[in-house]
C-alpha cells in the first residue's frame, strides 16, 4: 500500500516538471501582463518606462513615462533675433521660425547695416535691431517765388535766380537786386537773395512811387 502512494506521488510531480497537466494535456507558459504602474497612457497610446513623447495638444511638452507616472516639462523657447521682420510658426513646431532678418522700410526689406536712400530728401541706415532709422534733409526757403524741384534733388532751386512778387496781388514777378521800374512813377527793389533772413517769409518788393506823379507825366518828361 506504501508503494503505491509513492509511485503516484513520484509520478505526479514528473508531470508538473514536464509541464503536464492530470488530464495529460500540455500548458502554454503565458507572458507576463505590464502591471498599471509600468506604463503611461496619453495622446490615446500607451508609453513604456523610459519613453519619451510630445503631447498631441502641445507640441512644446516633452514628457517621460516614469514609475510614478508621466512627467513633463515644457520647451522654453529662445529669442527671435531684433531684426526679424519674417516669422513662421509652423503646427508641427513648438517654437517659431524666423524666416528673415533685416529692416521694412514702406514695403521694402533692406539688410541690417545698410545705407539706403528711399527718397531724395532722405538718408537711411538699418539698424541691427531692425530699425530702419532716416535723417530727413531741412531745405532753407528757396530765394524765389516760383522754385523748380529738379528730379534727384531734395531741395527746390531756383532756376531763375532770386526774385519776388511786386505787391500783394501775385500777379507780376521781378528779378532780386538792383530797383526796378514797375511803372513810370513806382520803383521797386526785390531782395537780393543776401539779406540774412529777409526770405523768412517776405515775398513781396519794397517800392517807392514818385510824389505828384503819373505815369502820363513821367512818360512826357521823358
Known sequence: ?????????????????????????????????PSPESTCEANGSVYYLGEWYFLDSDHCTQCECTAEGSACARTECTSLPAGCIHVSHYPSDCCPRCE?????????VYDLGRNFQPSECEQCTCD???????LVADCAPPPCVNPV????????????????????????VIPAGEPVWV???????????QDAGYWEG????????????????FQTQN
Open 1 to 33: 500500500m506504501l508503494s503505491s502512494r509513492l509511485l503516484l506521488a513520484v509520478l505526479l510531480s514528473t508531470q508538473a516538471a514536464f509541464g503536464f497537466s492530470v488530464s495529460g494535456q500540455q500548458q502554454q507558459p503565458q507572458p507576463p501582463s
Open 100 to 108: 528673415k532678418i533685416g529692416c521694412e522700410y514702406r514695403g521694402v
Open 128 to 134: 541691427n535691431d531692425g530699425i530702419a532709422r532716416c
Open 149 to 172: 524741384y529738379q528730379p534727384g534733388k531734395c531741395c527746390p532751386e531756383c532756376q531763375e535766380g532770386p526774385n519776388c512778387y511786386v505787391d500783394s496781388s501775385r500777379s507780376r
Open 183 to 193: 511803372d513810370s512813377c513806382t520803383k521797386c527793389r526785390c531782395h537780393d537773395g
Open 202 to 217: 517776405n515775398r513781396l518788393a519794397t517800392c517807392s512811387r514818385l510824389r505828384n506823379c503819373t505815369p502820363e507825366q
